[in-house]
């Protein structure tokens, strides 16, 4: 750009057979030359344009075209510098842009942690009430457990109770039963006894008689 500058702003100060070679050597000389990292205010400050003259001078230029070629080079590079440097920040604008930033930070830091706090304490107070939850849940299940086993205890010995109680039914109901075939067997017993004497008496009456009547026969074949 500044190279293009200089081409156009030559043919306001110089002759017209300026040969176009003339730009060359002014770019090879200007850009030999050594240029500080930091950028100046104007290029006058770090610029020896006398001796730039000179180096124009011994390259072929007359002392009007190397001091028309000095000062067109000169305003070029200074107005390059003035619009580089009015993008750029100042240093006051880069500390109180860095000030601003480090306020912005920590108020930022600042809002998390009070919402990371606030954040913890509502997390805290929702594990309590849960916790609170819980231990009344526990210890009303505890309850209903304890409740339930003391019934179903309840519920056992009356139901042990009961069953003894038709045990012993059922044992007095054998015994009765076992009382009863006792006696039905004794008389029984009895009933043969009785049948047996009579049997014997009938046979020993049959007996006799058959004994009485054989004798009879006896007698009156003889």
Not at 172 to 197: A, C, F, G, P, Y
Request: with cysteine; proline share 1%; charged share 30%.
């Amino acid at each position: 750009m500044m190279f293009n500058g200089l081409k156009a702003r030559s043919s306001l100060g110089l002759k017209s057979n300026f040969n176009p070679s003339y730009s060359l050597i002014i770019y090879k000389i200007i850009f030999k030359k050594k240029f500080h990292s930091t950028i100046p205010k104007n290029l006058n400050s770090n610029f020896d344009t006398q001796h730039f003259v000179e180096e124009l001078e011994q390259n072929g230029f007359t002392s009007k075209q190397s001091q028309t070629a000095v000062k067109i080079f000169t305003d070029s590079i200074n107005d390059s510098f003035k619009i580089f440097g009015s993008n750029l920040i100042t240093k006051e604008k880069l500390s109180k842009l860095s000030y601003q930033q480090k306020v912005d930070f920590a108020k930022l830091k600042s809002e998390l942690q009070t919402t990371d706090r606030s954040e913890f304490n509502k997390i805290k107070n929702e594990y309590e009430y849960l916790k609170d939850d819980l231990e009344k849940v526990r210890i009303k299940l505890k309850e209903e457990i304890n409740r339930s086993l003391s019934s179903v205890r309840l519920d056992l010995n009356l139901e042990k109770g009961r069953i003894r109680e038709e045990s012993s039914i059922h044992d007095l109901k054998i015994k009765e039963t076992d009382t009863r075939i006792d006696q039905e067997i004794s008389n029984i017993k009895m009933q043969i006894d009785s049948v047996k004497t009579q049997v014997m008496q009938w046979l020993i009456g049959v007996c006799t008689g058959t004994f009485a009547l054989v004798l009879a026969y006896v007698r009156l074949m003889t």
